[in-house]
């Protein structure tokens, strides 16, 4: 059974310049105990997506269309008939079945209480647990982050520890009520390689100790690489391909898959192979094309793929990609 | 490969015999950009339109800088003719907000006085403008000692109670509009200062201006061109909410005796001739207390929408 | 070997915090006595994670910090001391690519405005011609003509560091600093801009001192690269060597710590964590830089500074290959 479903997902946000279809169309699951990569340019849809699935959309943006199951619990606005509704029970979710780590983990603390009262909210609003007990979890979190002499360190305030350090904090209030889902939306792109790299070997563990769910939202595919398991990518607001993490690195198909993996180099490769990078710009989702999002870019665009979108292809029970050229007669590559 | 297509989108029937040629180059739209091309005002003024109190307000204002400068020329009364034969009348068909105690028609007097009251607003807002854009803009910019030095002259300015350089002036050079500005302008201008070197001060580290340094620009340049013009949008809120609070001082001048000197007249100065009479015929006061309330809250609401469109993070 | 275009030499930048009346005053050394070297045509790259400095060192090489003390030469010349009209020539011939393409062009100028400034500062051709020219930089840097009465927010990320290098080039540089210039852009977008900055090096002749924290991109475009640490030059060699055989512990662990796009490499990789944090660059203690963190650190690299030294054709700041001429692939971490 899958953990989270996305079905037709499709937002929407109000501006002054129009309606920007930020995500159109998206379907995905998550299964128990895995790692999702979401992967995507900036304005590829990866962060709306995600704050859909969390009802933490800004107040131009609404879900027009879709549905979300936790746990075949169907976390659609439309099923709760009004969006105070929605809000109530999406509230009892948050920070407890589904949490979420942010890029900037200062905005996301206050900067005026301290550790100890910030890690014991999430767990006092959740859980029936009493203040000493709470306060005992709090303390057990930040063991499990790494953090050092967490007794002294959880009566200080966050402008007291660095960048990492507040990541790892975020994390333990994510991990407060052993959530079932994590979405990390960009964890590591804030911190440098060094730290970059014990934050990713922290989400590793905890992966493994907790058995839940996590979807990495991230643009860079060494990340992807190093810890997910599935992949999905994302352009111009649609999921086009979908696979393991080798499928996605050995046997791309959808040419803006091949483009990205074709953008990075291996730094530990001894030739130095040229960059084959996509010419042009993401589109603009003010106007997103009436075919296929990445029809400007590609260099293999066919006339169909203009006016078209083209249906997804299965590969495997894991592996699918939406591209015209798997439907032209079978010689697609 | 088990191959299985599903395809959600109807396709024409028959397909085009080139459905699957090559896209040819020229219908590609790379480096597209849907957003409009709009110039910097013209996002502004988008915004601004939205908000209707605002924009009620732009409008109140306009009418009444057409209304003074026309009513005292088209009208058949002046501000200072005397009619015996109609002294402190109410409001009627003939003199609209009635006459006062000389028989002088009040409106025209109002209107009279919104030229003065308004002038007196607009000028000092943009001496203001003036000295503090380039005084804050040097201190901020300059940065050091030479800024410590400006801001502690600016300091000692605004802890000098306002009053007390205001009657010396008036004392020097006479109870004249030219006086009166003066007096609000010596020491108006340190807010605007202040904030046009915070803004500066703040721009200076962004990026643009390090370009402009290292392209070899010169430092007026960069103030001028690069920082200042970046800093217009709190600048002209900060302007059209100096403009109420310099009428407002105005006609406190004016009220407390110390302003425009009869027979010219400004709102503050007729508030204080109706207060003179203000047992025996209330009504006197009402017009320009009225009008100075108005205006105020005008350019108040005025102010808060220009600090809405202006603002960069709402787009 | 041909002479250097640029020279550094033990460069220090060093930025006073003013002390209040219970404080002390105290000493920033972003730049801790840098040395380096780049040779026309050529491109180094300089690493290091943020707060090392690398940043400062490039801005003092375009005039918008001057060094505490030591020599910045180009083409000989000391550029530290310029003025003047000197300063503006010099200018002329070294420009900088800045990191946020969002921040470095001035938001209320047109792309025509902001390309054509450095030529109206500098009264490079004549005027009518400038617009001409602006047209010709875009198609340079592959933007369209008619983008030219747009501003710059109506750009994308990429669009609009391509628009900073046109207006960078505009100057005819010999010579820029690109201070992460991929850093803020998405991975499609940064190999398109460094395959640009390529193509215009190959085109120009021009030298880079290519600044980033990304390792696999520093190392594409690099012919040489330095390894900084809190204000130090731990490590400069060949980059290819470097990568394959790097000498220093830090550089060991920073390499390690870069994500390889290869799951199946990525799952089998041993990988070095280096543990804790950068320390802080205010009133650092005199000795290695890096001995906090060290997994190899001994009693002296908390005694003094370790001198650079020639190991392998490459300069290295440890005194793991001091003395003893242990050779450098015994100490390796493997």
């Known amino acids: ?333 | 490969m088990d191959k299985e297509t599903i395809t959600p989108v109807r396709l024409p029937d028959p397909l085009p015999a080139n459905a699957f040629d090559a896209l040819p180059d020229e219908e590609r739209n790379t480096e597209f950009i849907a957003m409009e091309s709009r110039t910097y005002f013209q996002n502004v003024w988008a915004n601004f339109r939205r908000n209707k109190l605002a924009l009620t307000s732009l409008c109140f204002i306009v009418l009444m800088c057409v209304l003074a400068i026309a009513v005292p020329i088209l009208s058949p009364y002046t501000y200072d003719g005397m009619d015996v034969q109609a002294l402190n009348q109410l409001p009627s068909w003939k003199h609209i907000f009635g006459t006062d105690k000389f028989g002088r028609d009040i409106f025209v007097r109002v209107m009279y006085g919104a030229r003065i009251s308004l002038s007196v607003g607009f000028a000092a807002a943009g001496i203001n403008l003036v000295i503090g854009v380039i005084y804050g803009g040097i201190a901020g910019y300059v940065g050091g000692k030479t800024d410590m030095v400006m801001m502690r002259v600016v300091d000692m300015l605004y802890s000098i109670p306002s009053l007390l350089y205001i009657i010396l002036i008036m004392l020097v050079f006479g109870s004249n509009m030219f006086s009166v500005l003066l007096g609000i302008c010596v020491s108006s201008w340190v807010g605007m200062a202040r904030l046009v070197r915070t803004q500066v001060m703040s721009l200076r580290e962004q990026e643009f201006s390090l370009a402009a340094e290292v392209m070899g620009a010169s430092r007026t340049r960069i103030l001028f061109k690069h920082l200042i013009v970046n800093s217009i949008g709190p600048i002209i809120v900060s302007l059209t909410l100096m403009v109420p609070s310099a009428i407002f001082q105005e006609s406190f001048l004016g009220f407390v005796g110390i302003g425009i000197s009869a027979p010219m007249s400004s709102w503050g100065t007729l508030a204080n001739e109706a207060r003179m009479v203000l047992n025996s015929y209330p009504i006197q006061i009402v017009w320009p207390v009225l009008s100075i309330c108005l205006t105020m809250l005008a350019l108040n609401f005025l102010g808060d929408g220009l600090g809405e469109a202006l603002d960069p993070k709402k787009r | 070997m041909t002479e250097p275009i640029l020279q550094v030499d033990n460069c220090h930048v060093w930025f006073d915090i003013k002390g209040g009346l219970f404080t002390k005053k105290q000493t920033v050394k972003a730049v801790n006595g840098v040395s380096l070297q780049v040779r026309a045509g050529e491109t180094f790259g300089l690493v290091g994670e943020s707060g090392c400095g690398k940043s400062t060192l490039g801005r003092a090489i375009v005039k918008l910090y001057r060094p505490t003390s030591g020599t910045i030469r180009y083409k000989r010349q000391d550029i530290t001391a310029l003025k003047g009209e000197q300063a503006q020539e010099y200018r002329k011939h070294v420009q900088m690519i800045f990191q946020d393409p969002y921040a470095s062009l001035d938001p209320r100028m047109t792309v025509s405005e902001i390309i054509r400034e450095p030529m109206d500062i500098h009264d490079l051709y004549p005027r009518r011609e400038r617009e001409a020219r602006v047209v010709e930089l875009l198609q340079t840097v592959g933007l369209k003509p008619d983008h030219i009465r747009r501003y710059p927010h109506e750009f994308s990320g990429g669009q609009r560091q391509r628009i900073g290098i046109a207006r960078t080039l505009a100057l005819d540089p010999e010579f820029i600093v690109c201070d992460e210039p991929i850093s803020a852009l998405d991975v499609s977008i940064q190999a398109q801009v460094i395959n640009l900055l390529e193509d215009i090096q190959k085109k120009l002749g021009i030298s880079y001192l290519f600044i980033a924290h990304d390792l696999s991109m520093v190392k594409h475009i690099s012919d040489h690269i330095g390894v900084m640490y809190l204000g130090h030059l731990v490590e400069i060699g060949p980059s290819r060597e470097l990568y394959r055989h790097p000498l220093h512990p830090y550089t060991q662990g920073l390499l390690s710590a870069v994500p390889i796009p290869d799951p199946k490499r990525a799952r089998e990789r041993h990988r070095i964590v280096l543990d804790g944090e950068i320390p802080t660059p205010i009133d650092p203690k005199p000795c290695c830089p890096f001995a906090t963190r060290c997994p190899k650190a001994m009693e002296k690299c908390f005694c003094a500074v370790p001198p650079s030294i020639q190991v392998d054709g490459r300069q290295v700041a440890c005194f793991l290959y001091q003395e003893g001429g242990r050779a450098a692939s015994e100490i390796n971490i493997k």
């Open chain 1, 1 to 333: 059974m899958s953990v989270l479903r996305v079905e037709h997902l499709s937002t929407q946000f109000a501006t002054d310049q129009g309606t920007v279809q930020a995500v159109r169309d998206v379907s995905f699951s998550v299964e128990a105990g895995e790692v999702l990569g979401l992967v995507g340019e900036s304005g590829s849809g990866k962060s709306v997506t995600m704050f859909s699935i969390m009802g933490l959309l800004p107040g131009n943006g609404h879900v027009v269309d879709g549905r979300v199951f936790l746990n075949d619990e169907d976390l659609s606005v439309s099923a709760f008939g009004s969006e105070k509704e929605y809000e109530k029970k999406m509230q009892t979710i948050r920070g407890n079945q589904m949490a979420m780590i942010f890029q900037d983990p200062m905005t996301f603390l206050n900067p005026v209480l301290r550790i100890e009262t910030q890690l014991m909210e999430p767990i006092r609003n959740h859980t029936k647990l009493s203040r000493a007990e709470a306060a005992a979890r709090a303390l057990e979190l930040m063991e499990k982050v790494g953090i050092p002499s967490p007794e002294k360190r959880i009566k200080q305030y966050p402008h007291q520890f660095s960048g990492g350090m507040r990541q790892r904090i975020i994390i333990a209030m994510a991990l407060a009520c052993d959530p079932q889902l994590i979405i990390a939306d960009e964890p590591t792109t804030a911190l440098d390689v060094t730290i970059q790299a014990q934050v990713l070997e922290l989400i590793g563990q905890i992966k493994d100790s907790l058995r839940s769910s996590v979807i990495l939202i991230t643009h860079d595919l060494g990340v992807v690489a190093q810890t997910c398991d599935r992949i999905a990518i994302m352009y111009g607001g649609k999921i086009v391909e979908t696979g393991t993490a080798d499928e996605i690195f050995y046997m791309p198909n959808h040419p803006y898959t091949k483009g990205l993996l074709g953008c990075v180099t291996d730094p530990e490769s001894d030739t130095n192979e040229p960059l084959t990078p996509i010419p042009g710009s993401p589109p603009d989702l003010l106007k997103p094309p009436a075919g296929c999002p990445f029809l400007d870019r590609c260099t293999q665009a066919m006339n169909i793929c203009r006016d078209y979108m083209p249906g997804q292809t299965v590969f495997s029970p894991t592996h699918t990609s939406c591209c015209w050229l798997n439907a032209r007669g079978g010689e697609a590559g």
